[in-house]
């Protein structure tokens, strides 16, 4: 009964679009000049048959009159003859004009159709009498249906009857309708030939609507109508057992999606996902299969009856009319889409074209004056965003759908998004052009940002990327490295060297010739630390309680400054302490008595003591005079 009440409810839903459709087709707008030249004309064609009709009637009349002439009134008879020979010519005058009007007019006036058991059976175009041509229409087809709705019909008892203006179709005593000359010339016809072509239609279609509505055809419609709805109902029962056995394999067989879907070292689908994903793909399937047979049992059903065959011819449109529609619009696409690939291939071998430029000078097998090795990719990067942007420009227009409104709305918003969304990205990769261009440093260097020290390990368009001392990874935005001033300490240590410098104060008891040699002494003794050139000391102050040294040294070691500085200062330590040389600060003086010295006591000699104090006596005067 369900499956019943779905077939039903379709049926309801495309008759209801059917008519929905047809209703509005009916709603088109008429421009009011046109209305005003279509009753013009319609006028003027009422005017010219009411004139022929009356010429008819005189004619008539006279024909009479030469008829009851005798044999002595030629005379008379001549006159009469002339009078009906400028008559004749009249009316064919007059005919002609009538059907010129009429072509006129056949771009402004459609047919009312005269339907009766869904065929059109013919046009009506022009009115006659008081009736419009919709109100002749409808009246036929009521007779008809009169008629054929009788105990019996026969086509021998329709006739064709000759009157004034018009030929009559009658059956029996009942007029079914008539034509004029009017509706003769509308249909390009004679009228008889006309009149003869209107007699078949009716016979034929009225005993087409007895043959369809009889018992015995409405009884073998039923029968197919539910032979139809059964085989659905087994189709639809078959195709549920056909994926309820799909489904228990599935379970079955859930040890072998042990492993679940994965790409490379990603696991995609776990195996319980995995069978879900696919057991949803069964349940999805199943029901596409079982709306299809559904909705291509509609078209059958409603092709038994005679009265829905048209929702029949219409639910196979639906599916016939788009799929016409993709397959002539992919028909029509295939030039543009052969254009877009020549273009793809051509635009491929530019930028290999260009790719191999850029390895060959990477390689130093190219040489540009002027043009460093380390701008081979990024110069490579810019041309390589041009070219493809270059490339969408021209393929533009050959895309689907280029030129449609909605197309270029979605381009605009989606250009306004990018154009206030990425202004700060914008900013960094300018800044990251202009670093890359400026050279100020490349990956691997030692260098000094602001606040950050270390190496380079990333350059991008938008960020640069440091690895400190600490092993600290600092993303630092281009535009604020192009804010700050950078200190690069690798650019020139390969071939001059870095220098490395340290300063000591060292109190003016000791000489300062042998405080130089003991600096370049622990320099040369530090690892990393270059012998040529050799290592050289510059007083820099001469402060209240001690000398300034700075001690330089060049090395071709920028990344590992730490290293070098903490060996050079062990070693600067170490040399002063075995030479006895104390390296103060502004807290000591240079006074020991009873003080201990501050050099370790395994560099102090073997019978170092600490010192007393030394204390001395001072006279006093005793002169005898100034005694007491």
């Not at 319980?272 to 069964?282: E, M, P």
């Not at 900013?427 to 020290?453: C, H, P, Q, S």
């Not at 240590?493 to 300063?503: D, P, V």
């Not at 000398?547 to 590992?560: D, G, L, Q, R």
Request: hydrophobic share 45%.
């Amino acid at each position: 009964m369900k499956r019943l009440f779905t077939l039903h409810l379709f049926a309801l839903v495309f008759l209801g679009t059917q008519l929905y459709a047809q209703t509005d087709s009916l709603k088109k707008p008429v421009d009011s000049t046109q209305i005003k030249k279509m009753n013009s004309g319609l006028d003027r064609v009422s005017q010219l048959s009411a004139e022929r009709i009356a010429d008819s009637l005189k004619r008539d009349v006279l024909q009479k009159q030469v008829n009851a002439l005798g044999k002595g009134d030629d005379t008379e008879r001549n006159r009469l003859l002339l009078e009906l020979g400028a008559l004749k010519k009249k009316d064919s005058l007059q005919q002609v004009k009538q059907v010129k009007q009429i072509d006129s007019l056949r771009k402004f006036i459609k047919g009312v159709p005269v339907v009766f058991n869904r065929d059109t059976l013919f046009y009506i175009y022009a009115k006659l009498g008081s009736f419009s041509a919709a109100d002749r229409a409808q009246a036929i087809a009521n007779r008809l249906e009169k008629i054929a709705g009788g105990t019996t019909f026969h086509t021998d008892s329709l006739k064709l009857s000759q009157a004034e203006s018009s030929i009559d179709l009658i059956y029996g005593n009942n007029l079914l309708l008539s034509i004029n000359e009017e509706d003769a010339i509308w249909a390009k016809k004679d009228i008889n030939t006309l009149s003869a072509d209107v007699k078949a239609a009716v016979g034929k279609s009225v005993i087409n609507y007895r043959d369809e509505n009889s018992l015995q055809v409405i009884i073998k419609e039923i029968l197919l109508t539910l032979l139809v709805i059964a085989v659905v109902i087994g189709l639809v029962y078959l195709v549920n057992r056909l994926f309820r056995t799909l489904t228990a394999k599935l379970l079955k067989s859930e040890g072998r999606l042990k492993d679940g879907i994965r790409i490379k070292n990603y696991q995609l689908l776990d195996p319980d996902r995995q069978l879900w994903v696919i057991g949803a793909a069964l349940s999805i399937a199943r029901w596409i299969i079982i709306i299809l047979l559904i909705y291509l049992a509609l078209p059958v059903l409603f092709g038994i009856f005679p009265f829905t065959k048209d929702l029949s011819e219409n639910l196979l449109a639906y599916i016939l009319g788009p799929l016409k529609k993709i397959g002539s619009a992919i028909w029509n696409y295939i030039p543009d889409l052969m254009t877009i690939l020549v273009l793809l291939v051509v635009f491929r071998y530019v930028l290999r074209f260009v790719r191999f430029i850029k390895t060959e000078v990477e390689r130093g097998k190219l040489t540009i004056p002027g043009f460093y090795k380390d701008w081979a990719n990024p110069t490579y990067q810019i041309i390589r965003v041009l070219i493809l942007a270059f490339m969408l420009i021209v393929i533009f227009p050959y895309l689907p759908g280029s030129d449609s409104g909605v197309f270029k709305g979605v381009s605009v918003f989606m250009g306004v998004l990018f154009t206030f969304g990425s202004a700060g990205a914008l900013g960094n990769v300018v800044a990251g052009l202009v670093l890359t261009y400026m050279r100020a440093f490349r990956i691997g260097d030692r260098v000094k940002i602001g606040e950050v020290t270390g190496d380079i390990i990333e350059k991008t368009l938008l960020v640069t990327r440091v690895r400190t001392i600490q092993n600290e990874v600092v993303s630092i935005p281009n535009s604020t490295v192009m804010s700050n001033h950078t200190i690069n300490y690798s650019v020139e240590a390969s071939e001059k060297g870095l220098i490395i410098h340290t300063t000591v104060t060292i109190g003016y008891d000791a000489p300062w010739r042998q405080v130089h040699q003991l600096l370049i002494d622990a320099a040369l003794s530090s690892d990393m630390i270059e012998a040529d050139p050799k290592p050289y000391v510059l007083q820099t102050s001469l402060d209240d309680y001690y000398v300034s040294y700075c001690i330089n040294a060049h090395t071709k070691s920028p990344n590992k400054q730490a290293l070098i500085y903490s060996s050079l200062h062990a070693n600067i330590q170490d040399i002063f302490n075995e030479a006895g040389v104390e390296i103060m600060s502004p807290h000591y003086k240079a006074l020991r008595d009873g003080n201990e010295t501050t050099i370790p006591a395994a560099h102090l000699p073997k019978d170092y003591s600490v010192p007393v104090f030394r204390t001395s006596t001072r006279m006093e005067n005793t002169d005898p005079k100034k005694t007491d």
